[in-house]
């Protein structure tokens, strides 16, 4: 079983920038692909990013031209940096690898 663990989150005004973190314990992080959804109540999770092990990369068009996934090994972490933001960015984002989920972290994007 994973435990994926989101931090990172938060308030930040339009233009800002946040970066995302999601930590998971044990070897196996290096083996596995992981993933960066985002969820506003009441809408789909929808894909940000994807990273693989072997660390190709694909994002979702929420993502394009603002966010980049990149991936620590040896930290056993993966992180999200945003930038640009807007209030259209303002969700819970997911950290999300095989069957498991983390709780998410939200973040507000107003001025």
């Known amino acids: 079983q994973l435990q994926l663990s989101e931090s990172g989150g938060g308030l930040v005004q339009p233009g800002g920038s946040l970066r995302l973190s999601c930590f998971v314990p044990?070897?196996?992080?290096?083996?596995?692909?992981m993933h960066w959804y985002r969820q506003v109540p009441g809408k789909e999770r929808e894909l940000v990013a994807t990273i693989t092990d072997g660390g190709s990369i694909k994002y979702g068009d929420p993502a394009k031209g603002r966010f980049t996934i990149s991936r620590v090994n040896g930290e056993n972490t993966v992180y999200l940096q945003m930038n640009d933001l807007n209030p259209g960015d303002t969700a819970i984002y997911y950290c999300?690898?095989?069957?498991?989920w983390g709780n998410g972290t939200l973040v507000a994007v107003a001025s």
């Open positions: 999300h690898a095989g069957a498991y």
């Open positions: 044990g070897s196996i992080f290096r083996f596995i692909t």
